[in-house]
């Protein structure tokens, strides 16, 4: 079955990087666009990141361009999410989506918290 697993959120504090993982198994990963998402306490689900199928396109929200960087490896059927410079705006928990037409999987998230 189709499984988006994501791995590496944890408590970290202001300036501090992270990279998330979100391996997938159960589809053609190599022909899905992916996606970050992410939600906070009180606030509805936002795009992060995407990147193309091929990886050769991206776009990032405004709040995170310049310290986030998304990125795939269609052999090991993963995409990341490299993230620096964490603000403590960047709480939330991060979801991992795949997207191809009018078909789109979930991941069950992973939890990013900035210490105050």
């Known amino acids: 079955q189709v499984q988006l697993v994501e791995s590496g959120g944890g408590l970290v504090q202001a300036g501090d990087s992270l990279r998330l993982s979100c391996a997938a198994s159960?589809?053609?990963?190599?022909?899905?666009?992916m996606s970050w998402y992410r939600q906070a306490p009180g606030k509805e689900r936002e795009l992060v990141a995407r990147?193309?199928?091929?990886?050769?396109?991206?776009n990032y929200a405004d709040s995170v361009k310049g310290r986030f960087t998304i990125s795939r490896d269609n052999a090991k059927n993963t995409v990341y999410l490299q993230m620096n410079s964490l603000k403590p705006e960047d709480t939330a928990v991060y979801y991992c989506?795949?997207?191809?037409?009018?078909?789109?999987?979930w991941g069950q998230g992973t939890q990013v918290t900035l210490s105050s």
């Open positions: 989506n795949a997207k191809m037409s009018w078909t789109e999987y």
């Open positions: 159960g589809f053609t990963f190599s022909t899905y666009a």
């Open positions: 990147i193309t199928s091929a990886g050769s396109n991206t």
